[in-house]
C-alpha cells in the first residue's frame, strides 16, 4: 500500500483566500484523523472519522475550518478565509478497527503558509 | 483528565551512548501509552505502545519503553544511539475518545 498521501505537500496563500487540504487514507482503515502541527501549540488533533462519520470535533479552531469525508477513500480539510495563524504543517492519518487506541499511520503533511 | 509531560525539549547525546527520553503521564483510567517517532519533513510513526500486561515493551528500531504506575512514567531508551535516531519523538496517553500527544523531544546524536 501507498501509506496515507496528502496534497498539496506545500501551500501558500493569501489571508483570506480559501485553502483545500487533501487526504487519501490507507484502503481499509476504518478511523482518518485531522492533525495540526505548529512550534507553538504542538500537535493537537482537529477532527476525527469512523467509518465516514465524523465523531469529535472538538479540536476544531473555529467556524472557519470545516472537514468532510465524503467517502471511505476521501477526506478534506477546508480553511475558508485563511489567516496567518492558520500557518502550520497539516497531518491526517488513518486508522484499522479495533478502536480508535490502535497504531495511526500518518501522512507526510502539508506544509501551509497564509500570508 | 489525561496529560503528558516530555521532560526535555532537545536532548543530545553521542553516538553509541545510551537514549533515555522522558515522559511522565496523568491519567484517570488505566493508561494506553505510545510512543512515536518523526523524522524530518514527515509524519509520525509509532515505536511502541503499552495497553496492557508487561510492562517493559519493545518496540523498533532497538527502542524500549517501560510503565511504571508508581512513578507515573513511561520513559524510552535505547542502549546504544546511532546518527538515524535523530528524530523528534513524542509520548502520548489516551484521553476520552482521543490520544493527547506530548509536546515531543528533539533527540540530536553527535558523532
Known amino acids: 500500500d501507498a501509506g496515507v498521501i496528502q496534497s498539496p505537500r506545500h501551500e501558500v496563500t493569501e489571508m483570506g483566500q480559501e485553502v483545500t487540504l487533501r487526504c487519501k487514507p490507507i484502503?481499509?482503515?476504518?478511523?482518518l484523523f485531522w492533525y495540526r502541527q505548529t512550534m507553538m501549540r504542538g500537535l493537537e488533533l482537529l477532527i476525527y472519522?469512523?467509518?465516514?462519520?465524523?465523531?469529535?470535533d472538538s479540536g476544531m479552531p473555529e467556524d472557519r475550518f470545516s472537514a468532510k469525508m465524503p467517502n471511505a477513500s476521501f477526506s478534506t480539510l477546508k480553511i475558508q478565509p485563511s489567516e496567518p495563524r492558520d500557518s502550520a504543517v497539516y497531518f491526517c492519518?488513518?486508522?484499522?478497527?479495533?478502536?480508535?487506541?490502535?497504531?495511526?499511520?500518518f501522512g507526510p503533511g502539508t506544509r501551509l503558509t497564509v500570508l | 483528565a489525561q496529560s503528558v509531560t516530555q521532560l526535555g525539549s532537545h536532548v543530545s547525546v553521542s553516538e553509541g551512548a545510551l537514549v533515555l527520553l522522558r515522559c511522565n503521564y496523568s491519567s484517570s483510567v488505566p493508561p494506553y501509552l505510545f510512543w512515536y517517532v518523526q523524522y524530518p519533513n514527515q509524519g509520525l510513526q509509532l515505536l511502541l505502545k503499552y495497553t496492557t500486561g508487561a510492562t517493559l515493551v519493545k518496540g523498533i528500531n532497538g527502542f524500549e519503553a517501560e510503565f511504571k504506575k508508581s512513578e507515573t512514567s513511561f520513559h524510552l531508551t535505547k542502549p546504544s544511539a546511532h546518527m538515524s535516531d535523530a528524530a523528534e519523538y513524542f509520548c502520548?496517553?489516551?484521553?476520552?475518545?482521543?490520544?493527547?500527544f506530548g509536546s515531543g523531544t528533539r533527540l540530536s546524536i553527535r558523532p
Open positions: 502520548a496517553v489516551r484521553a476520552a475518545s482521543k490520544i493527547i
Open positions: 472519522f469512523n467509518n465516514n462519520v465524523p465523531i469529535d
Open positions: 484502503s481499509g482503515h476504518d478511523y
Open positions: 492519518a488513518s486508522s484499522p478497527g479495533q478502536g480508535i487506541y490502535n497504531e495511526q499511520f
